[in-house]
């Protein structure tokens, strides 16, 4: 069956230091990747995907992603954490050829300290 | 204006009540879906539309009835609801061009339910 595994519930990370969020996912061939943002009270908030090529992608508001094909990881990542970036974080993924259902995680939170 | 929008924001109904979301998008997207997010849990793809025609039905009960005049209006009717309805309903959109798309989708801010 696909998924999406995001296995902490919770990131706690000091402003200022390097802040990764993990994803890992178990889909047939080579999926589209997604990351996604939701803000209180808000919808979700495209940030970054992989399509092909490099593996590691930019994204918005300084956001990155590595994609590890062997691991089926896909893991967000920031150099520099912002008490701004404290929300809930989203993986996505869909089948190339499996239709229109992308699939999500079930969500990080994280919280950024001053 | 722009993106997605979803009325109403918050909503509170009786189970015996018949309300209905409604979501429009202004990004000219030709592909609209409705998702449930329950706290704790992933998000679940609900319906969507492709060009106005229903393209994914994921195992919904009856008492959730959606309804796509135009590839920019996307409703959800509901009746009769049970208290585990109670949720965030997100709609969004995207561009697909048949059924491979890398596209993202774009949400609104959703409508939160409250089934008493």
């Known amino acids: 069956a696909q998924s999406v595994a995001q296995p902490e519930d919770q990131v706690n990370v000091a402003e200022g230091n390097p802040l990764t969020v993990k994803c890992t996912y178990s889909?047939?061939?080579?999926?589209?990747l997604f990351w996604y943002v939701q803000y209180p009270n808000r919808g979700l908030q495209f940030l970054l995907k992989y399509i092909t090529g490099d593996n590691l992608v930019k994204g918005s508001y300084g956001f990155e992603a590595e994609f590890n094909k062997s691991q089926t990881s896909f893991h967000l990542k920031k150099p520099s954490a912002l008490v701004s970036d404290s929300a809930l974080y989203f993986c996505a993924v869909r089948d190339r050829t499996g239709g229109f259902k992308t699939i999500f995680g079930a969500g990080t939170r994280l919280f950024v300290k001053a | 204006e722009t993106g997605v929008t979803q009325t109403p924001r918050h909503l509170v109904m009786g189970m015996t009540n018949k309300k209905s979301l409604k979501c429009e998008q202004h990004?000219?997207?030709?592909?609209m879906y409705w998702y449930k997010q329950s706290a704790k849990k992933p998000l679940e793809l609900m319906f969507v539309?492709?060009?106005?025609?229903?393209?994914e039905n994921n195992s919904v009960p009856s008492r959730f009835s959606p309804e796509c005049p135009n590839s920019s209006h996307l409703f959800l009717h509901l009746h009769t609801l049970q208290p585990e309805d109670s949720a965030l309903y997100l709609c969004a959109s995207s561009q697909v061009a048949g059924q491979d798309s890398n596209q993202p989708q774009h949400f609104g801010d959703g409508t939160r339910l409250s089934i008493l």
């Open positions: 539309y492709s060009l106005e025609e229903r393209v």
């Open positions: 889909v047939s061939g080579n999926p589209y």
């Open positions: 990004l000219g997207h030709n592909a």
